[in-house]
T-cell receptor, first 115, second 112 residues
Framework: GAVVSQHPSRVICKSGTSVKIECRSL??????MFWYRQFPKQSLMLMAT?????????EQGVEKDKFLINHASLTLSTLTVTSAHPEDSSFYIC???????????FGDGTRLSIL | RKEVEQDPGPFNVPEGATVAFNCTYS??????FFWYRQDCRKEPKLLMS???SGNEDGRFTAQLNRASQYISLLIRDSKLSDSATYLC?????????????FGTGTRLKVLA
């Protein structure tokens, strides 16, 4: 079935570092991908909708200059957390619009820890 | 008020018990509804879609009441492996795009 590969799965880095997370659709094309963030014991919160070949649509309260999204091809979207700080530590997860009877195909998530 | 609300639990039930989760949504323009299961530190996995006519998949039954904007999930004969967080998810279109809104999830612990 359709698979979404997310990389890296775990990142630990110092405050001020920029971190890039990749989300790839394998064996299918994804015009639209979604980026979510999940803090402990909370729900997945949609950060932005990534559209191939156009600008991402950010949710209210999400800083577009801090969370840079690039969706340059039909199989790859990237999220860059610029100048990350400890409060950015979270579980980041991407998904691609669904195929078949699956509404979304999720990546495995990236656990980001900023020291 | 959150757009999709769930009782966070935890629901602690013995093996073999029947347990029901509820979810309410506030936006009447919501179009599709789903239950997802999320294990700790993992990505959500689709459990089932939810239809007005109700649908059943083995031990799991989901129901949608559009008039009351209410969704339910019933798990019969609970297994230890059912322990997880159950997420209610609503799909709707907004401002030329579309999005999935997740509830905070209901934690279930099935006890031996």
């Amino acid at each position: 079935g359709a698979v979404v590969s997310q990389h890296p799965s775990r990142v630990i880095c110092k405050s001020g570092t920029s971190v890039k997370i990749e989300c790839r659709s394998l064996d299918f094309q994804a015009t639209t991908m979604f980026w979510y963030r999940q803090f402990p014991k909370q729900s997945l919160m949609l950060m932005a909708t990534s559209n191939e070949g156009s600008k991402a649509t950010y949710e209210q309260g999400v800083e577009k200059d801090k969370f840079l999204i690039n969706h340059a091809s039909l199989t790859l979207s990237t999220l860059t957390v610029t100048s990350a700080h400890p409060e950015d530590s979270s579980f980041y997860i991407c998904s691609a619009e669904g195929t078949g009877d699956q509404p979304q195909h999720f990546g495995d998530g990236t656990r980001l820890s900023i020291l | 008020r959150k757009e999709v609300e769930q009782d966070p639990g935890p629901f602690n039930v013995p093996e073999g018990a029947t347990v029901a989760f509820n979810c309410t949504y506030s936006n009447s323009a919501s179009q599709s509804f789903f239950w997802y299961r999320q294990d700790c530190r993992k990505e959500p996995k689709l459990l089932m879609s939810v239809y007005s006519s109700g649908n059943e998949d083995g031990r799991f039954t989901a129901q949608l009441n559009r008039a009351s904007q209410y969704i339910s999930l019933l798990i019969r004969d609970s297994k230890l492996s059912d322990s997880a967080t159950y997420l209610c998810v609503v799909f709707r279109r907004a401002s030329g795009t579309y999005k999935y809104i997740f509830g905070t999830g209901t934690r279930l612990k099935v006890l031996a």
